[in-house]
């Protein structure tokens, strides 16, 4: 046995040994939570979010109390007080990409001007093309089977690149964030290629990015090729990335690149934190599990169509007899948002249109059955108020995705490329208005315990 494998065997048989000491040294009762109210998951006993801070960037909105009882609402958005739906209409309207003016509004508080939106967006296009050899020696050199792991690689390799990477001064964190804004979609695609070339073993074919296109479309020119996408694709890509953009500080990325901010760390490390966390299935990569939820379903459940057949399985998934064996229906619920979710209204919709243009509309009834199904099932099995169950946004992000021939491991970036927008902003207001370190304590239940040496040991 040479060297390598006696050590990968000792590992091996070291970690089996102790994993199961390890685990239950870090178990202990939950009741102790509400034993020294603890605010589990920083969440009070209803389930709503503590208050640890103010923004001004974005406000979610899906219930208010009355005499101490909790009412549902219909759900709201907003960026800088602005209503996404407003967002969204004028671009639809106006058959313009609305995503550069969002980042403009998130960043700098304000809509923009006619020709302040035309410098902007020629600011972004013209900052796309990543620093010399950076796709080479950064991208290409240490591939990975996860984009989300190479794009918060790629965003502290950064730091390497910046004449000033350590000034936090708002100015200079404008300039990062801006830069980072620009990159990150050419990133993520340059991650997917080399993901395909050097670990699946497919051809490598790079497209340049245009700095002529607004995002969206430079997301589909770098993916599929030049002019390989219809206008009705790119504005639906383009309506993702505005509802992906903002979501108050009290997501788990948000609030991660918050915690960091606010010990002085740089832009690099502060984005790579909200990517890392982004990148969790609790979060970001809520999405991969309704594509796999749905696939799930369609193997089981031959005539998924049916909707007898469907709610038989979901009563399945929900009493943890089927799927993954958690009891969820992923892509119903939400942490605020009750009775809808604006998000998965408005993609909703889009997607109709598409799914009718691509002849996928019996598929875009299987996720409405499922929406529909899905809460009835849920209020039947567990007993939940049919008032606080809605589709959200992650229900039919994948779906519309997958319409625009989108790969699945490139879901969560695109979630990514949209929110480094919001991000960015909070790091601003973090920086300027925050002024502490965030430190929340941990009530300590472990008993005192003298020591043993060595030799007495057994």
Known sequence: MDRKTALEVLETEFLTRYAARAEKGNYFDATLYEKYNVKRGLRNADGSGVVVGLTEIGEVHGYYYENGVKKPVEGGLRYRGYDVRDLVSAGLSEDRFVFEEVIFLLLFNALPTKSELHDFTKLLGSLRPLPNNFKEDVIFRFPSTNIMNLLARSVLFNYAFDDNPEDNSV????????????????????????????????????????????????????????????????????????????????????????????????????????????????????????????????????????????????VKIVKKAANDGTGLIYGLGHAVYTLSDPRAELLRERARELASEKNRMDEFEFYHNIEIIGKQVLVEVKGLSEHEICANVDLYSGFVYDMLNIPEELYTPLFAISRISGWSAHRIEEIVSGGRIIRPAYKAVMPDVSYVPLTQRS
Request: glycine share 6%.
């Open 171 to 314: 100015k200079n964190v404008l300039r990062q964030s801006v830069e980072l804004i620009a990159r990150l979609p050419v990133m993520a695609a340059y991650a997917y290629h080399a993901m395909i070339h050097y670990i699946q073993m497919s051809n490598l074919n790079l497209t340049r990015p245009d700095p002529e296109l607004s995002t969206a479309e430079n997301i589909l020119h770098q993916m599929r090729g030049k002019d390989n996408y219809t206008r009705l694709e790119a504005m639906l890509l383009d309506l993702a990335l505005v509802l992906h953009a903002e979501h108050g500080g009290g997501n788990n990325s948000t609030f991660s690149l918050r915690l960091v901010t606010s010990a002085l760390t740089d832009t690099y490390s502060a984005i790579a934190a909200a990517l890392c966390s982004l990148k969790g299935y609790r979060h970001g990569g809520a999405n991969i599990k309704v594509r796999e939820m749905v696939k799930n379903i369609k193997q089981h459940v031959p005539n998924y169509q049916d909707p007898g057949a469907l709610k038989d399985y979901l």
